[in-house]
């Protein structure tokens, strides 16, 4: 479980986080939802750490992350992946490679036991061993996605972040990222937190939603209870209202 009190960052002077209060519970699947510049991508850097609140706690299972030091929050570290917007894979890597980095420096296991959840994480995105020596520039933007995820999912973490994973990607690729979010939950009982203006993914992902407007959170729920004037009043200073 994640507590998140009294969330506060600003950027010279300029606050984009203004007092943020959320608890995301263990193995469903939340959905941040915000218009763009809203803070979202800030949001989801400072629960993994990548930047520094100004002020505010985030409780990962009790334990206050601000403020700790690099080798203590490795421990929480851990159980946390992050799928970033752009993908995000090692561009110099082959797909083998990104995959089996993290098996490689964290686990002591043998090349075919790498080989094979390798295998099995990429089956998993509905991938086969045929891109295994394939450089990310020569896939597609969906497939680079699925291979982010399976990354993402290999070192079987409690916590996975997504950061907009729908953006750019066609209505298939698009709808088997939801497939796979939703399976994730299913399979390995992953807590999946995920921001996003897209209320499509949303709708078919999300088990609780928060509304993420002028650095609050306005609504938490379950996406039956967002009515169409909820999401007009959300996107009504947007630019790119994703509606
Ligand atoms: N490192 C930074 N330095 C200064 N300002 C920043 C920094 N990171 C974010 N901001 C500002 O914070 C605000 C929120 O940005 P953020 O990227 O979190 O929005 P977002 O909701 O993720 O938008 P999008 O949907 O377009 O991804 C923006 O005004 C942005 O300019
Ligand atoms: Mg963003």
Redesign the pocket.
């Given at each position: 479980m994640i507590t998140i009190r009294g969330l506060y960052k600003s950027?010279?002077g300029?606050p984009?986080l203004k007092g943020i209060d959320l608890d995301i519970r263990d193995n469903e699947t939340i959905v941040i939802l915000?218009?763009?510049?809203?803070?979202?991508?800030?949001?989801?850097?400072a629960l993994v750490r990548l930047?520094e609140p100004d002020a505010g706690t985030i409780e990962y299972d009790g334990v206050n992350v601000v403020g700790l030091t690099k080798k203590a929050f490795r421990d929480v570290q851990k159980d946390i992946a992050f799928v970033f917007?752009n993908s995000a894979l090692f561009d110099f890597l082959t797909v083998n490679d990104n995959l089996s980095l993290f098996l490689q420096m964290h686990e002591k296991i043998t090349p075919a036991e790498i080989a094979e959840k390798v295998s099995q994480a990429l089956a998993f995105v509905g991938m086969d061993n045929s891109v295994l020596d394939k450089f990310p520039e020569e896939l597609s933007g969906g497939m680079k996605k699925r291979v982010a995820i399976a990354r993402a999912m290999i070192k079987r973490p409690k916590y996975m972040f997504y950061?907009?994973p729908t953006?750019g990607l066609d209505r298939g690729s698009a709808e088997k990222v939801s497939e796979l979010i939703r399976m994730l939950r299913g399979e390995i009982a992953v807590t999946s937190i995920i921001?996003?203006?897209d209320i499509k993914l949303m709708q078919d992902v999300s088990d609780r939603v928060a509304l993420?407007k002028d650095g609050r959170i306005v609504f938490v729920g379950g996406k039956d209870e967002i009515s169409a004037e909820m999401l007009e009043f959300l996107y009504e200073t947007g630019e790119?209202n994703g509606l």
């Open positions: 950027f010279d300029q984009v915000g218009p763009s510049g809203q803070g979202k991508t800030v949001f989801i850097k930047l917007q950061d907009e953006t921001v996003t203006h993420l790119n």
